[in-house]
């Protein structure tokens, strides 16, 4: 699995529109981009994932590069609820385990 | 759907005995899952591959006689914890495959384990 970059923390309002930004220059073609977030505690959550086209669903948005080297997932209104550690990870779509980096750790502020 | 239920949440158990943590996927069969550990204020790190009807997969430095996985049916892995100590006081998390193509993994809400 490509091996991603993510800042290690960041604070956003309650509210506001929340950009958690990631690197992964050396994704392969077949590698498929996704998010997971992991509130205290507990397990992490699938949030959203792509190949390439921008996608949405009902909890975010992914935004992909054109040359698919970065991404950013858009919390598009962060309540206090999406106070979490956000994990991106590139997954081939037929691979056998999934390999966690530091993650984000976001705090959304009232 | 793709539901993975995880039991105990929460066990507390003396030094020098065994816990076993369920892992089962409710609403779709999994032949692989996967079990992962997380110390305080750092990441997942993966465990072993639990493979249906077939001896797991460990990682590097994970003792397999130590962590014992079971993967019996196609809905339940079980993890054991043997003879267990203080440092193995963690919180283990199990996930499987979401069934479909390119659909990530579905996690269980973990096992906070404590050791005393």
């Known amino acids: 699995d490509a091996k991603t970059t993510q800042p290690t923390s960041m604070d956003c309002a309650e509210g506001r529109a929340a950009n958690l930004p990631c690197n992964h220059s050396?994704?392969?073609?077949?590698?498929?981009v996704y998010w997971y977030r992991q509130i205290h505690s507990q397990g992490p959550q699938y949030i959203i994932h792509?190949?390439?086209n921008n996608e949405t669903n009902e909890m975010a948005s992914l935004i992909i590069t054109e040359d698919r080297k970065s991404s950013t997932l858009i919390l598009p209104h962060a309540t206090l609820r999406d106070t979490a550690v956000y994990y991106c990870i590139g997954e081939k779509a037929a691979g056998n385990k999934l390999t966690f980096g530091g993650g984000t750790r976001v705090l959304v502020k009232p | 759907g793709a539901v993975v239920s995880q039991h105990p949440s929460r066990v507390i158990c003396k030094s020098g005995t065994s816990v076993k943590i369920e892992c089962r996927s409710l609403?779709?069969?999994?032949?692989?899952m996967f079990w992962y550990r997380q110390f305080p204020k750092q990441s997942l790190m993966l465990m072993a591959t639990s493979n249906e009807g077939s001896k797991a997969t460990y990682e590097q430095g994970v003792e397999k006689d130590k962590f014992l996985i079971n993967h019996a049916s196609l809905t339940l892995s079980t993890l054991t914890v043997t003879s267990a100590h203080p440092e193995d006081s963690s919180f283990y998390i199990c996930s499987a495959r979401r069934p479909g193509q390119g659909n990530g993994y579905t996690f269980g809400s973990g096992t906070r384990l404590t050791v005393v």
């Open positions: 050396t994704i392969s073609g077949n590698e498929y």
């Open positions: 792509g190949l390439k």
């Open positions: 609403d779709f069969q999994a032949t692989t």
